[in-house]
Each structure stands twice: as structure tokens, then as C-alpha cells.
């Protein structure tokens, strides 16, 4: 998702973390080292109360650092401030703002705007970069064949390149093939982005898809087993559905492997009737 950031030309630099490149404390360091050889900067927010993020904030060098009390991650900032509970991380980000400069936002709308013409399609996004977010291929067919004997809508399935093959092996399952087509890894952000815009609705998984539909005002149903959507499920109320089993001890354990079960039933068990009437409910506000 860091190619949104070619979408704002105000933005002078842009530097991609990676996890397989800069590996531990030490890639950390050497990813900060990096950015402070590049530039000096003034200012380093750092948005997640990670440990890890501090660090990276201090090895730029900036001389200014603010984040939010965790972690004994204190000396690492030069501004940090108690987190208040139960927001949603959009208010967590932007209270954190508010407190460092005094000023206070009153509009949190987030919202992207756009001329793209609504069109009759429905995507479908089965993945998510946690395998506890994501479906099984059972379950992800089990889905999709019932909303294909539901409606007569096209479905369209979308994915990453990485996650082409999965989808791909789900679509090859399907029994009724009849307008559903996949175009996982062939869309680059651009065309998932009126992909996305144009479609009637959007039945997702808890993933970065699901807040890009949220945002450019389509109707999403999204999937939630291990994450907690009072923290982070799309920000927009008005064209959300949040559909959840709640039935499990554990669930919203927020972690992304599903420790309890291996294979997260937090999603397996998910009725698909409850799934449906979601989708109905949200297409009738259309």
C-alpha cells in the first residue's frame, strides 16, 4: 500500500521498511542510519507504540521525536504521551498529533475522492498478510459459491502477486464458475482503485483492501476473527458491516497466527447465511 503515497506529490521522500531486508534490531538500526545519511529531518512521529518504531525514529538522528508511553520505549522520544483506551487507530493517530501540537481536529472523516461511475460488480477479497485474517481455500469457495447462487452480479476476485496463486487455486475449486473471474496480481494499485470504486459492494477479509473500498465510499462487509474492529476495522460507520462469529473465548485474540486452533475458527465457523444477509443488508441501503 506505500504506492498511495505517489498520490501525494507534497511528499518528498519515501522510504519502504522491510522486514526480510532489515531484520532485527541491528536492520532497524541500519534502516534509520540510512534515512539520516539521506536527509535530516525535524520531526519523527512515530505512530505505532512499538519498541521497534522508536528505535527506528532515534537511529534517523531527528532531533525531535514524539510517540505514545510504551514499551519503556520513553528515552527513545523526546515528546511521548499516555494513550488513551478503547479508540479507534484513526483517533489514536490523530489524538497523538492533538496532544503534541495543542490543536485539536474535528473533522476525522477519512475519504478518498474520486469520479470513477458505480457499475453492478461485487468484489471479493479472501486474503490478508495474517494467515489469522485469511480464509482457507474451503472456506473461501464455501463463500463465493454462495454468493454466486445468490446473485447474478459479476464477481470479481482480487489479490497481490503473492497472493495470485492462492486465489487462483480457490477459483479453480469453484463448481460455478459463471462470471467470476480473479484478477489477482494483474491490477496495479491504479485499477484496484476503481476496481474498487465502481464495485456495488465489497465482501472482504480484515486486510488493506477492505480499508480502501471503506474509504472511497463503497459498501464493504468485512470478516473479523482475530482483529478487533473496534480498533481497526474501516473508519467509515455509514457503508460498513462488520460481520463476526462471537462465539469463541478468544476471539478478538489480535494475534496474526492463530495460536488456539492452528486454522482460525474464528472464520471457519462463519455461517454463511450470516454472510449473506450482511450483503443483503448492505445492498438494500443502495
Known amino acids: 500500500m506505500h504506492e498511495l503515497v505517489n498520490y501525494y506529490p507534497s511528499i518528498k521522500h519515501n522510504f519502504v521498511f522491510s522486514k526480510e531486508e532489515y531484520d532485527g534490531v541491528r536492520g532497524l538500526w541500519k534502516f534509520g542510519r540510512g534515512i539520516r545519511r539521506k536527509e535530516k529531518f525535524d520531526l519523527f512521529i512515530s505512530l505505532p507504540d512499538s519498541f521497534s518504531s522508536a528505535l527506528m525514529g532515534y537511529a534517523t538522528g531527528t532531533k525531535k521525536r514524539v510517540g505514545y508511553k510504551k514499551e519503556g520505549r520513553d528515552m527513545l522520544l523526546t515528546s511521548s504521551f499516555a494513550k488513551e483506551k478503547r479508540l479507534h487507530r484513526v483517533e489514536e493517530y490523530v489524538r497523538l498529533l492533538e496532544l503534541y501540537t495543542g490543536k485539536e481536529r474535528a473533522d476525522l472523516s477519512v475519504r478518498l475522492q474520486h469520479s470513477f461511475a458505480k457499475d453492478d460488480h461485487i468484489v471479493i477479497n479472501i486474503n490478508s498478510e495474517a494467515s489469522s485474517r485469511r480464509l ?59 476496481l474498487l470504486a465502481s464495485a456495488k459492494l465489497m465482501l472482504t477479509t480484515d486486510s488493506g483492501p ?74 438494500a441501503t443502495k
Open 136 to 194: 482457507t481455500v474451503q472456506k473461501a469457495v464455501e463463500i463465493i459459491s454462495a454468493v454466486r447462487n445468490e446473485c447474478t452480479n459479476k464477481i470479481v476476485l482480487v489479490g497481490s502477486k503473492q497472493e495470485k496463486d492462492f486465489v487462483e487455486e480457490v477459483w479453480q475449486k469453484l463448481e460455478n464458475k459463471r462470471d467470476v473471474e480473479s484478477v489477482a496480481g494483474k491490477t496495479s494499485l491504479k485499477e484496484l482503485v476503481q
Open 210 to 283: 477492505a480499508h480502501l473500498a471503506n474509504a472511497l465510499g463503497t459498501e464493504t462487509v468485512v470478516l473479523f476473527g482475530a482483529g478487533n474492529e473496534n480498533n481497526t476495522a474501516p473508519f467509515q460507520k455509514e457503508n460498513l458491516q462488520v460481520v463476526r462469529l462471537g462465539k469463541l473465548s478468544c476471539e478478538p485474540c489480535t494475534k496474526n497466527v492463530c495460536i488456539q486452533f492452528g486454522t482460525p475458527q474464528c472464520l471457519e465457523l462463519l455461517e454463511t447465511s450470516q454472510i449473506l444477509s450482511a450483503l443483503k443488508l448492505k445492498t
